[in-house]
C-alpha cells in the first residue's frame, strides 16, 4: 500500500468488481476430409458460406461426412471449428504456368533519313489473327533538328505515340543508353501477338513509297538487320513466349493452391458446369495485367501486377506462402527452369529481370527476311489467357490422418486447445471404432466436449445396434462407456441439395444440430429430444423403424442408444437424451453432462485471476462472490434445483493453506428432464367426492 507523507488529497482505485464471464455453449468442433482448405488446423467457419469458401463443397467421393454434417449444423449454431485431415507428406498442391512474354517492338532511328523531314507511322496490332485496331493506328511525328538530345526525333515518337501502353495497344519507349531511337512496342505479349508497322514521308502519306526508317530489332535492342546494312520502310515483328521447361534460361510464373488438395484442380461438376479455379490474365492499361482468380468459372479475386520493381511486382502483389495471405485461395512463385526462383524486378518496361532469366527465338515475317537469336528479351509481361490449376492431390485419407498425433496436435488432437471453447464433437461418417475411441478419450481427458458419435450406416436392426455400442460385433470390440459420450441411432434419409438426391445422414449430425438449437430456443441444461427440441424437420426415412419395445431396449437395461423414432403424426424426432455412461447416476443424461461441462468452463475463466492470490479470507470471500451469481443465475433459468458454495476456513485447513492450495466445495442439484410422464387414472363409483 502506498504511504502519504505530506498533506494532500489523494485517490486510490482498487477494482474489487468480480463477475463470472459468459461462454458460448454451442461451438462445435467437427473433424474430417476435405477437397481443399488448411490442414490439420482448427479453422473458425461462422455460416454455411463461409465453411465452402475455405473447404470447397462436399462430394460423395469425400469419406465420411464432414462437410455435409458442418452445412447441417451451421444452420443452428455460428461458431465451428473445422479440422480438414490429410497426409501432408503426399498431399500436392494444385497449379497452373502462367506464361511470361515479350511484347513485340521495333526500333526508329531518327538519323536513318534525315532530321529536317516529318515520319509518318502505320502501326497495327494482331493477336491470336485478331487485328485490335479496325484501320492501322496513324501517328504523325514532326521533323526534329537533333539525334540526340530532348529535341530529338526519337522524343517526339514518345510523346506524340505515348510513353506508356494505354487504351491505343502500342506505346515508345527509349533506350536508356541512346536518346536517338525509340522503340514501340505492343502492349500485348506472348508468340500469338504481331506488331507491324509502314513508315512515310510527305504530307498526308501521299508518297508511294516509305522511308527506310524502321529496324526489327530483338527484343534487347540488338538490330538484325542493320548489319547487312539496310533499313526498312515496314516491318513485322511477332512476340515471343519464354520457354518454361527448358534449361535455366527460362522462367514461367507458378500459381499454386494456397493448400493441398484435388479440389483446386479445374474440372467440370456433374451437372456441366465449371468447377475448380483457373488463373485468368488479362490486359491492362500500361506495363501492368490483371490475374484474377475463378473459383468454379466466376472472377473471385484479382490482383494488379507487373514485372517492375516500382507499383505492382508480382512478388509484392501475391503471398508466396500461407502467411500474410493477399489471397485467400493461391499463392504465387517465379520460375527458373524447373525451380522456384527470387527475379530481380525490372527497373523500367525495356529492362530484363534479370541477367540471364530467359531465353527465347524472336521471329521475323518473309517480307523482311528472317532471323532467329537467342535473346535476353525486353518488353516483358504475363502473357494473357486462362491457366487452369491441375495437380492437386488429398494425399492418404484414412484413420490414422483422422486420429492425428498427440505430439504434433494433429487429427483429432487439433480439438486438444482450451482457447477453441468446443463443447460440442464429432467425425461425421466415420465409425471406426479407433476414431471414435480417440475422440471420446479426448473429450474425457480436457473435459470441454461432448463427443457425439454413431453405429455405422447399414445396420438393420435394433440388436445389431445395441451389439454394436457394447462391443459385441465385428466392427467394434470394445464397449462405449463414457459420460462424455453420447449414442444416436438409426441413420437418418435426407435430400442432398448439392448431390441433387437422397442420402443417409449420421444420426450424429443431427443429434449436434438440435444440441445446437436446443441452446437457441432454451438453455444447453435442457434436454436435446422430444417433441418441443428433438423434432428434425429435414430427414424423411430413418433407417430401421424402432417401436416401444426396441426403444425400451435401447434405452434400459445397461444399454446406452438414443432412438431416433418416425412417429406417424408427429414426425422424425430424437427420443433419448443418455449419455453412454453405464453406472446410473446424474451423468448419464446428456442435459446434466452439458450442464457440467459449461460449470467447469464458466468457473474456470471466472476465477482464474485469483490464482497467486493471497490465501485468506478476503480471498476466500471474492471467490465465494463470482461463484454464487454463476450458480444462481443458472438456478434461475432452470439448470439447477439448489446448491451451494462453501470456501472458507473449514474448506480451507492450514495443511491445504501450507501446500499453497485453496479449495472451494461447490454442491449441485441439477434440474432432471421428464422422461417418463405417467398419468395415474383412478375410477371411483358415484358416490365418490371429488
Do not use: H
Amino acid at each position: 500500500m502506498a504511504s502519504f507523507v505530506s498533506p494532500g488529497v489523494y485517490v486510490i482505485e482498487k477494482d474489487l468488481s468480480d463477475y463470472p464471464v459468459a461462454i458460448n455453449p454451442s461451438v462445435v468442433g467437427i473433424v474430417g476430409f476435405a477437397n481443399q482448405g488448411p490442414i490439420n488446423k482448427a479453422t473458425l467457419i461462422t455460416s454455411q458460406e463461409s465453411l465452402i469458401q475455405n473447404f470447397g463443397n462436399p462430394t460423395e467421393d469425400i469419406v465420411g461426412q464432414a462437410l455435409e454434417g458442418s452445412l447441417e449444423i451451421l444452420e443452428t449454431t455460428n461458431s465451428m471449428y473445422f479440422v480438414r485431415c490429410s497426409d501432408s507428406a503426399t498431399a500436392a498442391d494444385a497449379s497452373s504456368t502462367v506464361v511470361i512474354g515479350s511484347c513485340p517492338a521495333f526500333d526508329t532511328l531518327a538519323s536513318g533519313y534525315g532530321t529536317s523531314s516529318d515520319l509518318y507511322l502505320d502501326v497495327q496490332v494482331n493477336v491470336n489473327g485478331v487485328d485490335v485496331f479496325a484501320t492501322p493506328k496513324q501517328f504523325d511525328i514532326p521533323a526534329s533538328t537533333s539525334t540526340g538530345d530532348a529535341s530529338s526525333q526519337a522524343y517526339a515518337i514518345k510523346s506524340v505515340v505515348g510513353g506508356g501502353l494505354d487504351g491505343a495497344a502500342v506505346g515508345a519507349y527509349f533506350d536508356g543508353t541512346d536518346t536517338s531511337k525509340a522503340w514501340v512496342t505492343a502492349g500485348y505479349a506472348g508468340s500469338g501477338v504481331i506488331l507491324t508497322a509502314s513508315a512515310f514521308s510527305g504530307s498526308g502519306r501521299t508518297v508511294a513509297e516509305g522511308v527506310s526508317a524502321l529496324y526489327p530489332v530483338d527484343i534487347s535492342g540488338n538490330n538484325l538487320q542493320t548489319a547487312n546494312g539496310f533499313s526498312m520502310s515496314s516491318v513485322s515483328v511477332q512476340g515471343i513466349d519464354i520457354d518454361s521447361t527448358g534449361s535455366l534460361r527460362s522462367a514461367s510464373y507458378s500459381v499454386q493452391s494456397l493448400y493441398p488438395g484435388k479440389g483446386y484442380n479445374e474440372g467440370t461438376a456433374p451437372d456441366g458446369t465449371t468447377s475448380g479455379f483457373s488463373t485468368e490474365v488479362l490486359r491492362t492499361g500500361g506495363v501492368n495485367t490483371n490475374v484474377q482468380i475463378n473459383k468454379d468459372g466466376a472472377a473471385e479475386e484479382s490482383f494488379r501486377m507487373s514485372l517492375i520493381a516500382s507499383g505492382a511486382f508480382a512478388e509484392d502483389q501475391l503471398n508466396t506462402g500461407a502467411t500474410d495471405l493477399k489471397s485467400q485461395f493461391v499463392k504465387g512463385y517465379f520460375v527458373q527452369g524447373l525451380a522456384d526462383a527470387s527475379p530481380t524486378a525490372m527497373t523500367t518496361f525495356q529492362s530484363r529481370l534479370n541477367t540471364n532469366f530467359f531465353g527465347a527465338a524472336l521471329g521475323l515475317d518473309g517480307n523482311n527476311g528472317s532471323g532467329v537469336n537467342l535473346v535476353d528479351p525486353r518488353f516483358c509481361k504475363f502473357k494473357e489467357g486462362t491457366f487452369g490449376l491441375t495437380g492437386g492431390d488429398n494425399g492418404t485419407e484414412g484413420t490414422s490422418q483422422l486420429i492425428g498425433l498427440a505430439s504434433d496436435k494433429t487429427g483429432i488432437y487439433v480439438l486438444d486447445n482450451d482457447t477453441l471453447n468446443i463443447s460440442l464433437a464429432a467425425v461425421p461418417g466415420i465409425a471406426t471404432q479407433a476414431v471414435q475411441n480417440t475422440l471420446i478419450s479426448l473429450a474425457e481427458t480436457s473435459q470441454n466436449y461432448l463427443a457425439v458419435v454413431a453405429p455405422p450406416e447399414g445396420l438393420t436392426s435394433v440388436q445389431q445396434a445395441i451389439d454394436w455400442t457394447n462391443g459385441q460385433s465385428d466392427e467394434r470390440t470394445a464397449a462405449i462407456a463414457s459420460n462424455y459420450a453420447a449414442v444416436y441411432w438409426p441413420w437418418v434419409k435426407t435430400f442432398d441439395v448439392i448431390a441433387q438426391k437422397d442420402r443417409y445422414y449420421d444420426p450424429a449430425i443431427f443429434a449436434i444440430r438440435q444440441m445446437a438449437y436446443t441452446d437457441d430456443v432454451g438453455e444447453p441444461w435442457f434436454a436435446p429430444a422430444g417433441v418441443v427440441r428433438g423434432r428434425l424437420t429435414k430427414p424423411t426415412e430413418v433407417e430401421v423403424s424402432v417401436n416401444q419395445g426396441d426403444r425400451d431396449t435401447m434405452y434400459s437395461g445397461g444399454n446406452i442408444v438414443n432412438p431416433i423414432v418416425n412417429f406417424p403424426q408427429q414426425g422424425i424426432m430424437i427420443f433419448g437424451q443418455r449419455t453412454a455412461q453405464r453406472d446410473p447416476t446424474a451423468l448419464d443424461r446428456v442435459n446434466v453432462r452439458r450442464l457440467m461441462i459449461i460449470v467447469r468452463k464458466q468457473l474456470l475463466l471466472s476465477t482464474r485471476r485469483f490464482v497467486f492470490e493471497p490465501n485468506d479470507s478476503v480471498t476466500w470471500e471474492r471467490i465465494v462472490n463470482v461463484v454464487d451469481p454463476l450458480l444462481g443465475d443458472i438456478m434461475r433459468r432452470r439448470g439447477l434445483v439448489d446448491y451451494k458454495v462453501v470456501c472458507d476456513e473449514t474448506t480451507n485447513t492450514p495443511v491445504r493453506v501450507d501446500r499453497n492450495e485453496l479449495w472451494c466445495k461447490v454442491l449441485l442439484k441439477p434440474t432432471k428432464a421428464a422422461e417418463i410422464v405417467v398419468f395415474e387414472l383412478n375410477l371411483t363409483n358415484q358416490a365418490a367426492t371429488l
